[in-house]
Nanobody, 129 residues
Framework: QVQLVESGGGLVQAGGSLRLSCATS????????MGWFRQAPGEEREFVAA????????YYADSVKGRFTISRDNAKNTVYLQMNSLKPEDTAVYYC??????????????????????WGQGTQVTVSS
């Protein structure tokens, strides 16, 4: 049984930092591409960042490029999202997701919600102005 459990969310002032974690279990030994998405109230869920199965390539939404960093620790089966210089518009529920497909694709594939097979329950991030 695959499980993704996010943690690390909270309330932070604008300009501050948070690090989100996504602990995984039950994923294939061949690993999975991992993504972070977010959903603000009344908005659609949107892509934030992704890292390929090999960990060799990362992708970011333009709105977070240069401020957020996705990384993975395969020994701990955990994916992280380091968020710096946070803005009030970053306020959302953040979700991690796993794509267990065997092929590494180009950026457009990882931006789509439909590309992912498993999702966590989300963690709330609130940035105050």
């Amino acid at each position: 049984q695959v499980q993704l459990v996010e943690s690390g969310g909270g309330l932070v002032q604008a300009g501050g930092s948070l690090r989100l974690s996504c602990a995984t279990s039950g994923l294939p030994r061949s690993r999975a591409a991992m993504g972070w998405f977010r959903q603000a109230p009344g908005e659609e869920r949107e892509f934030v960042a992704a890292v390929t199965r090999s960990g060799g390539t990362t992708y970011y939404a333009d709105s977070v490029k240069g401020r957020f960093t996705i990384s993975r620790d395969n020994a701990k089966n955990t994916v992280y999202l380091q968020m710096n210089s946070l803005k009030p518009e970053d306020t959302a529920v953040y979700y991690c997701a796993a794509d267990v497909g065997p092929i590494e694709y180009t950026a457009g594939y990882y931006y789509r919600l439909q590309s992912y097979d498993y999702w966590g329950q989300g963690t709330q991030v609130t940035v105050s102005s």
